[in-house]
Every structure is written in structure tokens, then in C-alpha cells.
T-cell receptor
């Protein structure tokens, strides 16, 4: 059965810290891996990863995929209070199904 | 601002009521989704429509009835709900399955409370 496991489940840091969120997965037929940020309401798209070793970057956020070891990480540098959210790792398989991880709840204190 | 619009944003209903949640997108996406999300949990898939046809029903109870009148609209009709159905209901859309990269565009959700 395809599954996604995120760690840690929750994390508290101070502004300016760097954080690394982890996502490991098991999949029969991989299509892509996506990261979303969810604040109070709708999840918003951050990254889509399909190839190993190619870092995707957007401002202070970056992500990379390792298809051999079956994991992805999301890095946030110089964290700000606005980064406080739940970060969801989502696996997309060849069957067209999206499998969500449990999410990592990040809290950034001033 | 999200390009997927959901109404109402909040809904309170009794167990005997009939109500509907509505979702609209104008991005030309041909796949639309209903998800249910409980507090501190990830979204759970309920239904998928592809080219206005129901393609996935994740064994959802019949008190939830989806409808896709056209490629831009998705409704979720609610009848005889239970208090445990209280949750955030998220609508999402994506490109059609053949070209889909998995990226979903979510609406802001309808927060449902069943009394």
C-alpha cells in the first residue's frame, strides 16, 4: 500500500532559525511528490518534485527528492512567524491517486 | 486569492436539514475533487470528477451526494448528516488526469457544523 510518513509531526522554532521537514514514502508507481503549506484554510502549492537530486527553490524555501532512498526534505531558512503552518507532503502515484502525509505543524515564535 | 471559489464559507445545519456546498473554477481544469478535513488531520478524498463524470467515490455514505453540472461547477448535496460529519470541506481542481502533475488548486473550504 502506498503511504507517506512525515516527521516531525510538530516543531517549534524561533524566528531566524533554519528548519528541515522530512517526508518518507512507499509507492508502487511513482509519478510526483508535492509539498503544500496549509495555514487556516486551503492548502497552497509549494513544490512538485519528479526527479532525484534536483533542488527546487523559492525564496527561503527549498526542497529535494531522493527516489533511491524514497524521501524528500523541505528546508526553510531564516524562518519568519508567517511560516507558521502545517506542511503537507503528498505523493501522486501512476494510478492518479494523491496520498497525503499527516503533516508537520510548524510554529515560529518571535 | 484562490482561483477556486467555495460557498458558503460557514454552514450550520441540523441533522434533518438539506443543504448544498458549491464550488466553482474558471481555470479550464477538467478534474474536480471533494475532500473532507477534520482538525489536525490531512484532507481525505471523498469524490473525483473527471470530464464531468464521477470517477472516484471513496466509499462515502449516501447522505453526501456530489453533482457536476458542468466543467466549472461542482456541488455537494448534504442530507441527514450526523454530528461527526462536522469538518472543513475542501474543493479542488486540477488538469485532466492524462496531463495531471498532481498539483491541486484548493478552494478556501466550507466549514460545516452539524448540530
Amino acid at each position: 500500500e502506498d503511504k507517506v510518513v512525515q516527521s516531525p509531526l510538530s516543531l517549534v522554532v524561533h524566528e531566524g532559525d533554519t528548519v528541515t521537514l522530512n517526508c518518507s514514502y512507499e509507492v508502487t508507481n511513482f509519478r510526483s511528490l508535492l509539498w503544500y503549506k496549509q495555514e487556516k484554510k486551503a492548502p497552497t502549492f509549494l513544490f512538485m518534485l519528479t526527479s532525484s537530486g534536483i533542488e527546487k527553490k523559492s525564496g527561503r524555501l527549498s526542497s529535494i527528492l531522493d527516489k533511491k532512498e524514497l524521501f524528500s526534505i523541505l528546508n526553510i531558512t531564516a524562518t519568519q512567524t508567517g511560516d507558521s503552518a502545517v506542511y503537507l507532503c503528498v505523493l501522486y502515484n501512476q494510478g492518479g491517486k494523491l496520498i497525503f502525509g499527516q503533516g508537520t505543524e510548524l510554529s515560529v515564535k518571535p | 486569492d484562490t482561483e477556486v471559489t467555495q460557498t458558503p464559507k460557514h454552514l450550520v445545519m441540523g441533522m434533518t436539514n438539506k443543504k448544498s456546498l458549491k464550488c466553482e473554477q474558471h481555470m479550464g481544469h477538467r478534474a474536480m475533487y471533494w475532500y473532507k478535513q477534520k482538525a489536525k488531520k490531512p484532507p481525505e478524498l471523498m469524490f473525483v470528477y473527471s470530464y464531468e463524470k464521477l470517477s472516484i467515490n471513496e466509499s462515502v455514505p449516501s447522505r453526501f451526494s456530489p453533482e457536476c453540472p458542468n466543467s466549472s461547477l461542482l456541488n455537494l448535496h448534504l442530507h441527514a448528516l450526523q454530528p461527526e460529519d462536522s469538518a472543513l470541506y475542501l474543493c479542488a481542481s486540477s488538469r485532466a488526469s492524462g496531463t495531471n502533475t498532481g498539483e491541486l488548486f484548493f478552494g478556501e473550504g466550507s466549514r460545516l457544523t452539524v448540530l
